[in-house]
């Protein structure tokens, strides 16, 4: 049973930073990726980044490149999503996941990729 916990989300205004951490627990994760995720109420879960879990493949979303940063404690079987220059348009509930990596990237942000989900935690960001 594959477990995936998130923490870090909050309050913070425009130009702030936060730092979004995702424990995954249950198995091991050589040959997988880990995903993340955001969403508002009313649209559809938008890819943000995802990295495979041996940290030689990194891809971001064009909305949050150069801001966002993906990086990963083996060890601790916890990766990060660094948020930098937050802008309130980054305000969702983010969400971590685990799949099968692939080196196709338009395979890996699809959701659909992705088979385990953690309960996700929400970013705010004021104006």
């Known amino acids: 049973q594959v477990q995936l916990v998130e923490s870090g989300g909050g309050l913070v205004q425009a130009g702030g930073s936060l730092r979004l951490s995702c424990a995954a627990s249950?198995?091991?994760?050589?040959?997988?990726?880990m995903g993340w995720f955001r969403q508002v109420p009313g649209k559809e879960r938008e890819f943000v980044a995802y990295?495979?879990?041996?940290?030689?493949?990194?891809y971001y979303a064009d909305s949050v490149k150069g801001r966002f940063t993906f990086s990963r404690d083996n060890a601790k079987n916890t990766v990060y999503l660094q948020m930098n220059n937050l802008k309130p348009e980054d305000t969702a509930v983010y969400s971590c996941?685990?799949?099968?990596?692939?080196?196709?990237?338009?395979?890996?942000?699809?959701?659909?990729?992705?088979?385990?989900w953690g309960q996700g935690t929400q970013v705010t960001v004021s104006s």
């Open positions: 990295m495979s879990w041996s940290g030689d493949y990194i």
């Open positions: 249950g198995r091991t994760f050589g040959t997988y990726a």
């Open positions: 996941a685990v799949g099968p990596f692939s080196p196709m990237i338009k395979t890996m942000i699809r959701p659909a990729q992705y088979d385990y």
